[in-house]
């Protein structure tokens, strides 16, 4: 994976990048001056850590002067170093301005400010491999040039959490799935002490066809939220399953739909009050 060095103007979407490239799993450090470029990539190797990427702009102006030295040593010991440069039209940069309300770091009048700061950081556009204009770019449609540009995928998780609603349902989940209408195996003496997880409980959950036609519904439901929530963006999807105790049906389901939608890079993060009910 490249050493990647983030620069350009101010409101030209530096920010964005930085995001992009930390959720992709690189570890980043934004405002670094040039001096300690080799120092951060020396630290980073000896922990192990493989995708870096650092952000040196006009804030780090008292420091430039060591930007081709900087970069030329790197260089040496990286042939997968890379610099980002990132620019827009000062019109637009003037409206993200606005709607933000941030002093630039220059400090002058905004105009004045962008000026100079082009001005200020033409040497780091002179040694950057890509220059991407984001003048017409949205956030999100940045954030996918630079994971095309590097070649990266952006990971999505989708996490089921199985309770139970008379401990109250999760707080922390974008949806909540109630399952109590399937056959509870509470009722059954036999079943009654064990879980979910177990063949015969799950066994009993999904007993006959309305069962299963309930669980493909839910199912197709859960898909369609994860992947629309993918496509916007999103790196993460929780999704809460719900029946009486937390034991026996919303276990049961949690565990199926890891099975089933295991494209969606699933996680089951807790079978929250499994253990409860068991005890």
């Given at each position: 994976?490249?050493?990647?060095?983030v620069?350009g103007l101010?409101?030209?979407?530096?920010?964005?990048?930085?995001?992009?490239?930390?959720?992709?799993?690189?570890?980043?450090?934004?405002?670094?001056?040039?001096?300690?470029?080799?120092?951060?990539?020396?630290?980073?190797?000896?922990?192990?850590?493989?995708?870096?990427?650092?952000?040196?702009?006009?804030?780090?102006?008292?420091?430039l002067?060591?930007?081709?030295?900087?970069?030329?040593r790197?260089?040496?010991?990286?042939?997968?170093?890379?610099?980002?440069?990132?620019?827009?039209?000062?019109?637009?940069?003037?409206?993200?301005?606005?709607?933000?309300?941030?002093?630039?770091?220059?400090?002058?009048?905004?105009?004045?400010?962008f000026?100079?700061?082009?001005?200020?950081?033409?040497?780091?556009?002179?040694?950057?491999?890509?220059?991407?204009?984001?003048?017409?770019?949205?956030?999100?449609?940045?954030?996918?040039?630079?994971?095309?540009?590097?070649?990266?995928?952006?990971?999505?998780?989708?996490?089921l959490?199985?309770?139970?609603?008379?401990?109250?349902?999760?707080r922390?989940?974008?949806?909540?799935?109630?399952?109590?209408?399937?056959?509870?195996?509470?009722?059954?003496?036999q079943?009654?002490?064990?879980?979910?997880?177990?063949?015969?409980?799950?066994?009993?959950?999904?007993?006959?066809?309305?069962s299963?036609?309930?669980?493909?519904?839910?199912?197709?439901?859960?898909?369609?939220?994860?992947?629309?929530?993918?496509?916007?963006?999103?790196?993460?999807?929780?999704?809460?399953?719900?029946?009486?105790?937390g034991?026996?049906?919303?276990?049961?389901?949690?565990?199926?739909?890891?099975?089933?939608?295991?494209?969606?890079?699933?996680?089951?993060?807790?079978?929250?009050?499994?253990?409860?009910?068991a005890?």
């Amino acid at each position: 994976m490249p050493f990647i060095v983030v620069s350009g103007l101010s409101g030209s979407g530096k920010s964005t990048v930085l995001r992009t490239l930390e959720d992709a799993g690189f570890f980043t450090t934004d405002n670094l001056p040039p001096e300690l470029w080799g120092a951060m990539h020396d630290l980073a190797t000896a922990r192990g850590i493989t995708r870096l990427a650092v952000s040196t702009d006009a804030r780090t102006r008292d420091f430039l002067a060591a930007l081709e030295s900087s970069h030329e040593r790197l260089s040496r010991r990286r042939e997968d170093l890379r610099v980002l440069f990132l620019e827009a039209t000062g019109e637009v940069l003037l409206q993200r301005y606005n709607l933000t309300r941030r002093e630039h770091p220059l400090g002058d009048t905004l105009m004045v400010d962008f000026a100079r700061e082009r001005e200020l950081l033409a040497p780091l556009r002179a040694i950057a491999d890509t220059v991407i204009d984001t003048t017409s770019l949205s956030g999100k449609e940045l954030a996918g040039r630079v994971l095309q540009l590097y070649r990266l995928e952006q990971d999505f998780h989708l996490r089921l959490v199985s309770f139970g609603f008379k401990h109250s349902p999760p707080r922390d989940v974008d949806m909540v799935v109630d399952v109590r209408s399937l056959p509870n195996p509470y009722y059954d003496p036999q079943l009654r002490p064990r879980t979910g997880l177990q063949p015969d409980v799950a066994g009993y959950v999904f007993q006959d066809p309305a069962s299963e036609t309930f669980y493909d519904e839910v199912r197709a439901f859960v898909r369609t939220a994860a992947e629309r929530a993918r496509a916007s963006g999103r790196h993460g999807y929780t999704v809460g399953i719900g029946c009486t105790g937390g034991q026996h049906r919303s276990v049961a389901v949690a565990a199926r739909l890891a099975e089933d939608l295991s494209d969606l890079n699933v996680d089951v993060t807790d079978h929250r009050d499994m253990k409860l009910e068991a005890s």
